[in-house]
């Protein structure tokens, strides 16, 4: 692992620096004095703030806009108000908030799988995601979403035949590719499925 330090208090630099070399990483780090809102951090993988709520909260456009889906962001005592926590932890009396940047899957999303043609309308707030599923002009009962970094799952079943299908696959702009387990009564199989989002 290597670590970029930002903080735009010279003296945090200079603490920051002498921690390093009492750490023995002084070859792992490096510390710059900057403004965060206009550092380029968007190759991260890890984000690690300590930050002000608000300050969290004009930051949070950059984080969802500039880093890629599955970047993980760890705040030690401050949230991120309606952008709800993965998971959240408390170590020596402090909070500490974890988030995964979500990928895009608003819109509608078409494919085809099990000789069917499906159709799916997503909303999604952050990582929350709502899903209303059809094939043909029936709507499925759709449980267990999950949508995390670029990887979305969710299972799906006939309300008439109790066909079901559970679908995982990872999100990479409009489209989606993985596999479904389909269970018709007795019967299972896996297939591949491809979606493509009409936005």
Known sequence: AFGH?????????????????????EDKVV?????????????????TMYLLNSVNLKLRPKLLETLNPGTRIVSHSFNM?????????????SNIYYWVIPAEVDG?????????????????EFQEVELDLKTGNTSLTVEESHLSGDRISFAA???????KYVFSGR???????GVVQIHNGDEASIESWTASNGQ
């Open 5 to 25: 330090g930002i903080d735009i208090d010279p003296q945090r630099i200079r603490e920051a620096k002498a921690n390093a070399r009492t750490a023995g990483v």
């Open 157 to 163: 079943e006939h309300p008439s035949n109790g066909d």
């Open 108 to 124: 509608t999303w078409s494919w085809q799988v099990d000789g069917k043609k499906f159709t799916m309308n997503v909303d999604q």
């Open 31 to 47: 510390f710059v004095q900057d403004n965060i809102f206009e550092t380029d951090f968007s190759q991260a993988s890890v984000i």
């Open 81 to 93: 108000n309606e952008w709800k926590a993965d998971d959240q932890t408390s170590v020596n009396h």
């Open 171 to 177: 999100i990479n702009g409009n489209e989606i590719t």
